[in-house]
């Protein structure tokens, strides 16, 4: 594209997907910043004018807004946690030539493919059912007292489900990472006399750190905006309440629409910093 | 101390033997060489005493006691790999020093051994840096630091000049031929270059299929190659090999000349041919002969600029006490 002519028929080509997706992005936000400032009230009274900035008071200062933070903070962290740590793993023992390898593969990355709502109910329904659940039947096997999952420990049930979703993704991204590394390096680590183990945390681990960045900042960005697990398991029920189901229970629940869109300018505040915050923490292993 | 010797030892990967049974024996402090073509198992075989590859049968030993079952980090030895194998999120000290972090030595003496190591290869200039801002040649420096602070009883090194240019692999050739000689530690070097080998070594093992055709200094190997195979790989340019007539003159199957040992005379001479190509390179002209009814062609060294050019009839004078016969297993007939 050097020559005048072309670079401007380039733009020219690439107008209509550029605009396609500024009004895809930009037209959504001008509503909800629009109605944030509005007191309106679909089944009463409809729009009824501007209040300042009295919807974003009470988001706020209603009791339900600290709470839902910290369970969103908490989920997403506990997501991240348990999909690094163990997609490490499994990535390095998928990466081990073994019989029947591309079969597990496939099987690895499956439940990736179903939908969370899915997912979602067949771990309420099979697994977690204090009744007729699979667990409910292994703590009754062992003389234990089934636990009721999703009423009695509902964040850490959450976690769980979620993290069986995203656990692929993780997985997928860091075998990829391992496989690149050169297989020389860890002869050398172990010519040097570096136990496994420790050719896991100064070799493979160090290799593995921008992925790692990789998937915390994609997970991120998808975990903070979780909704549907929440809604057909405990819909918000027992403390998993996060941001953005507080703030479909505003508009939907409450019907407000005001103060939803209130809600939902808070929650990009909340994705920004924690973008800014991530991108300071691992930023620089983009970097190098 | 270093001496290393392999006893019967074979290798194979499932049904294929690379190594058949093998014995051979480096003394301490020698430089050995093991040269070949490549696939010829050379670098399988350093592998196996490195301890990186299990041998299927046979014995290792180090210093006298069998090291067949010790794992790497325990022979004493240490390598330099060809893609130098830096870790490249560690600073050059730090993967200088990471053997000895491994070998859980006191700071204090690995500052000292870092240090002594930096000066010996001159790293100290960009001891802070990463391997991924340092060039070849350094990085090739950084690694072979990495591999004298823990003092090794042998250092191994596999094809470690390979991803050089022309100029750096002949400095780091002198480099470490003088670093030989400095720590008068065994090496065994691995390589495909029959230069290398010829320059650096005190004793060749020429290799073949995973056999070794040949064990000598550099000297024996071009005076009295022990077969044909060993007379056309050693030696820049290669042997001349003729069979047919000419051999049957001197009661052989095969017999070879080195270019270097026909002289190219005004008239006469033994043998006539036409010059094909003729390679100037002011102290010595190569010429490739055709039309000889020898062989294809024939490679002739001539000293200085001779001024045959393409087409010009050529006369040769191949010198009788240099000419090498082979019999038809492709033996030396001495």
């Not at chain 1, 019907?255 to 505040?269: C, E, K, M, P, R």
């Not at chain 2, 530690?185 to 995973?210: F, N, P, R, S």
């Not at chain 2, 001197?250 to 033994?270: F, L, M, N």
Request: with cysteine; net charge neutral; hydrophobic share 50%.
């Amino acid at each position: 594209m050097a020559t005048k002519a072309s670079r401007s028929a380039a733009r020219l080509m690439m107008a209509p997907a550029v605009i396609l997706l500024l009004g895809w992005m930009l037209v959504p936000l001008t509503m909800t910043l629009w109605f944030s400032f509005r007191t309106y009230l679909p089944l009463r009274g409809g729009d009824q004018g501007w209040t300042g900035f009295d919807n974003y008071v009470r988001f706020v200062t209603s009791s339900s807004f600290w709470p839902a933070v910290s369970t969103t903070l908490i989920i997403v962290a506990g997501v991240l946690a348990i999909t690094i740590a163990l997609g490490v793993l499994l990535a390095i023992l998928l990466d081990q030539p073994m019989w029947g390898q591309g079969v597990v593969r496939i099987l690895v990355i499956a439940p990736f493919f179903v939908m969370p709502t899915v997912s979602a109910l067949v771990w309420k329904n099979i697994f977690m059912d204090p009744t007729n659940g699979l667990f409910a039947h292994l703590w009754r096997f062992f003389g234990a007292d089934p636990v009721s999952w999703l009423s009695n420990a509902a964040t850490p049930s959450i976690i769980l489900i979620v993290s069986w979703q995203w656990l692929p993704f993780a997985t997928l991204i860091l075998l990829t990472a391992i496989q690149s590394l050169d297989s020389e390096q860890l002869e050398a680590a172990e010519m040097d006399g570096a136990s496994p183990l420790a050719r896991f945390f100064y070799i493979t681990l160090p290799h593995l750190s921008r992925a790692i960045t990789i998937v915390l900042l994609i997970q991120t960005i998808f975990l903070l905006a979780i909704f549907a697990e929440i809604f057909v398991t405990t819909g918000g029920a027992f403390g998993t309440r996060t941001l953005s189901y507080l703030i479909f229970q505003r508009v939907l629940e409450s019907q407000n629409i005001g103060l939803g869109s209130a809600g939902g300018v808070y929650a990009i505040i909340l994705a920004n910093i924690v973008a800014i915050f991530l991108m300071r923490i691992v930023g620089k292993n983009l970097d190098t | 101390m270093g001496q290393i010797e392999l006893k019967q030892v074979t290798k194979s990967f499932g049904d294929v033997q690379v190594i058949p049974p093998l014995d051979l024996t480096i003394k301490d402090g020698e430089f050995t060489v093991f040269v070949g073509p490549s696939g010829c198992g050379k670098s399988t075989l350093l592998r196996l005493i490195a301890g990186l590859e299990d041998i299927t049968t046979g014995h290792i030993e180090i210093d006298g006691s069998d090291a067949t079952d010790v794992v790497p980090a325990r022979r004493g030895l240490a390598m330099v790999f060809q893609s130098y194998a830096l870790y490249p999120h560690m600073s050059v000290r730090k993967n200088i020093a990471f053997p000895l972090k491994m070998a859980k030595m006191d700071q204090a003496e690995i500052d000292k051994r870092v240090d002594a190591a930096a000066q010996v290869l001159n790293l100290a200039d960009y001891i802070d840096r990463r391997p991924g801002q340092l060039s070849g040649g350094q990085r090739q420096r950084v690694a072979i630091g990495r591999a004298i602070v823990r003092e090794p009883a042998a250092f191994l090194f596999d094809e470690p000049l390979s991803n050089l240019d022309a100029a750096l692999r002949v400095g780091m050739r002198m480099e470490i031929s003088e670093l030989h000689k400095k720590l008068a530690t065994t090496m065994i070097y691995v390589t495909h270059d029959q230069v290398e080998a010829m320059t650096m070594a005190d004793k060749i093992v020429v290799l073949q299929a995973g056999v070794i055709e040949q064990v000598g200094s550099p000297l024996e190997l071009y005076r009295a190659p022990r077969n044909t195979f060993v007379a056309g790989f050693i030696g820049s340019p290669r042997m001349n090999l003729i069979t047919g007539e000419e051999a049957a003159k001197h009661d052989a199957h095969t017999i070879g000349i080195r270019p270097e040992h026909i002289d190219v005379v005004e008239s006469g001479g033994t043998w006539q041919g036409t010059v094909g190509v003729a390679e100037h390179l002011g102290s010595d002209t190569f010429f490739h002969i055709h039309n000889t009814g020898l062989a294809d062609t024939l490679t002739v060294r001539a000293i200085g600029d001779v001024s045959l050019t393409h087409g010009d009839k050529i006369h040769l004078a191949p010198r009788a006490d240099e000419i090498h016969r082979f019999d038809t297993a492709g033996l030396r007939i001495a």
